[in-house]
């Protein structure tokens, strides 16, 4: 089942557009890695699927038309976003980050911190207090406590030392393993990306240039649209 259909999606900011048709869809239990070089649109497309910013084109989430929705709305319908940046709470607690966040489902606090379990062990910490690779896995947990039906992740490991990479990794790996999470992610790693992915779509210049299965994401594919 269809559960993300992207179709000729176009967004400007202000008198500048910056996506002139972005296709891309994801399905029920699919990890699909969206991919490209710096500035071609990728975080653009994740705020519009967001309903953080004006679009238009195709967008559907589940059947229903998401340009007919502002953001919270588009959250509650169940896209969870692990924002770049991480974006936590600073002055709250790691459990009352996560929380701030909840939603009925099986994602809940003891669900959380056994996928992260240094959330446990900093669970009364101010998030301001952890380090970088500690907001990392709060910026997750916390969307999963929206208990989402897709998750984005938006650059969930860029500038984080490698074992903390490898920990969250081996997190994305177990969301789709043992969870059957739909997953929309951003990332620079080819290498983590082939590992976890079923598909990938790459963007250049606003627009989608190629999509396919991950077993056809060749050296020479990517040394072409991503430039590794």
Known sequence: MTLLEVSGLT???GAAQALFGVD?????????????RNGVGKSTTVRAICRMMASSGGLRFDGVDLHRLPSHKAA??????VPEGRRCFRDLTVVENLLAAARPGPWNLDQV????????????QR?????????QMLA???????NPRLLVLDEATEGLAPIIREQIWQAISRLKAEH??????????VREIAYVSDRAVILERGKTVWSGGIDRLTPEVTGRFVGV
């Open 127 to 135: 998030a301001a207090s952890l380090s970088g690779g500690e907001q």
């Open 11 to 13: 967004a400007s900011y």
């Open 180 to 189: 059957d999470m739909s997953i929309l992610l951003i990332d620079k790693s």
């Open 113 to 124: 911190t056994r996928l992260f379990p240094r959330l446990h062990e900093r669970r009364q």
């Open 76 to 81: 509650r319908l169940g896209i969870g976003l």
């Open 140 to 146: 997750i947990g916390r969307a999963l406590m929206t």
């Open 24 to 36: 891309l869809t994801v399905a029920q239990g699919e990890v699909v890695a969206l991919m490209g």
